[in-house]
Each structure stands twice: as C-alpha cells, then as structure tokens.
C-alpha cells in the first residue's frame, strides 16, 4: 500500500507560480498512474491534472490547461504540479492520488478510478 504526503502549498498573489509535489512511499512508485485534484471551500473535489505510469501521457482540466504542469520523477518518486498564472479561483486543497495500473501510458481522471490519496495540501491565492 502506498502512502502519499503532499508538500509545497501555500499563499501565492494572482499571477504568481506556485510548485506542490506528492512524495510516496510504501510501493513502487512506478506502477501507479497518479494524479492531482483539488476541493476548494465549499465546492465538491475537482480533477486537475493527471500522468501516466511512464510520464508520457499527461492531461488537464480545461481550467488549468495551459497553465499548470504535471510532471514525475520515477527514481525520486515523486510527483510534481507546477502551476502558473494562477487565479485566486485556484485556491483549494490540492490533493495528490495514486492508481495501481499495469498500463504504462493510461491516465486517470475520476475520484473512483484512484485507489491512494493524500492528505493534501492548502494553496490560497490572493487577488
């Protein structure tokens, strides 16, 4: 079983970067697709972005396509989301999620396709 820790939240101005990684631990870590996700106050849990087992199948909500980044470093096992231009409607939660997949290329996007989460980790951005 894999234990997800998301760090790197925090308060970011409209405009800014802001960077959060999910480090694993528990598994081998090049065996689940993962993903980010996030619930902002009030609003019900929303994917953001998602990459394969192999890193090369990436994909984003409409949202944040364009502006944010999902990247993974197998031997570090370690998965990152860069976000750029961020907009104070980014302020959420941003959780970290692993599937077991034997598909190297395959991404997952729906809450019930995941089997790990994180506990997550706050971003606010302020206007």
């Known amino acids: 079983q894999v234990q997800l820790v998301e760090s790197g939240g925090g308060l970011v101005q409209a405009g800014g970067s802001l960077g959060v990684s999910c480090a694993a631990s528990?598994?081998?870590?090049?065996?689940?697709?993962m993903g980010w996700f996030r619930q902002a106050p009030g609003k019900e849990r929303e994917f953001v972005a998602a990459?394969?087992?192999?890193?090369?199948?990436?994909y984003f909500a409409d949202s944040v396509k364009g502006r944010f980044t999902i990247f993974r470093d197998n031997a570090k096992n370690t998965v990152y989301l860069q976000m750029n231009s961020l907009k104070p409607e980014d302020t959420a939660v941003y959780y970290c999620?692993?599937?077991?997949?034997?598909?190297?290329?395959?991404?997952?996007?729906?809450?019930?396709?995941?089997?790990?989460w994180g506990k997550g980790t706050l971003v606010i951005v302020s206007s």
């Open positions: 999620a692993a599937r077991l997949t034997a598909h190297s290329n395959i991404y997952y996007r729906r809450d019930n396709d995941m089997h790990y």
């Open positions: 528990g598994g081998t870590f090049s065996t689940y697709a």
């Open positions: 990459i394969s087992r192999s890193g090369d199948s990436t």
